[in-house]
């Protein structure tokens, strides 16, 4: 394949919201946005059919000795229909990060420096424990991220950053990059959360109603 067919269907993949960019110097890296496809399992796909596709797909894995590796960096994007105010509020109060996988309370002053968590309102335990770094309402959220409810993650330090763009009256992108470089633990694991999480913003923000979503 030639290098402007390349473009062409990166071009068309872009345009469709399966890969996102990012520029980096005089680079322009792509990569797999999963996240649409999520919202095609979580619309076709029911509850009940769920588990016994999930039983299968890793079947199928441990039979073929395969495996999923996450990238260094991870980048995800969804369109959510709301204002940039709601989709901040979203990230940053409990009362909505309740509401979607995997239906965790936040907590913070969200100030540069401040402690930020997530506790399982299940267990009463943090979860996931970090520092805020940049904090520009409603706009740039960055803050680092450790799991705290399985040791074997808990030497991991990665960062994420939450960037929300307005595109339309009361449309906005919001794209999270999760840069996991030397945390290969931590990256494997969060891949499929993180689909699961800004398709239960969406869902919650358009319809007023959680996505279901069984653990």
Request: glycine content about 6%; charged content about 20%.
């Amino acid at each position: 394949m030639t290098r402007f067919g390349v473009m062409k269907h990166l071009k068309i993949l872009e345009g469709a919201g399966l890969i996102t960019t990012r520029k980096v110097g005089r680079q322009k890296r792509h990569y797999l946005n999963p996240v649409p496809i999520r919202l095609i399992h979580d619309r076709w796909v029911s509850k009940y059919t769920a588990p016994m596709a999930a039983a299968l797909v890793e079947l199928k894995t441990v039979l073929e000795g395969s495996s999923v590796s996450g990238d260094a960096v991870q980048v995800y994007q969804i369109v959510i229909r709301a204002t940039p105010e709601r989709i901040w509020q979203s990230l940053t109060d409990p009362v909505f990060s309740r509401r979607y996988p995997f239906y965790m309370a936040v907590t913070s002053a969200f100030g540069i420096g401040d402690a930020i968590v997530w506790v399982d309102d299940k267990t009463g335990r943090t979860a996931v424990g970090g520092v805020i770094l940049e904090s520009d309402a409603p706009r740039r959220l960055v803050h680092t991220w450790v799991i705290r409810y399985d040791a074997a993650y808990s030497d991991e330090t990665s960062r994420v950053t939450w960037l929300i763009e307005p595109v339309a009256p009361d449309l906005c992108r919001l794209t999270l990059t999760h840069d996991v470089t030397g945390a290969p633990l931590t990256a494997s694991h969060v891949t499929n959360g993180w689909t699961l999480i800004l398709s239960g913003i969406k869902t919650l923000l358009e319809t007023g109603e959680p996505l279901v979503f069984t653990q």
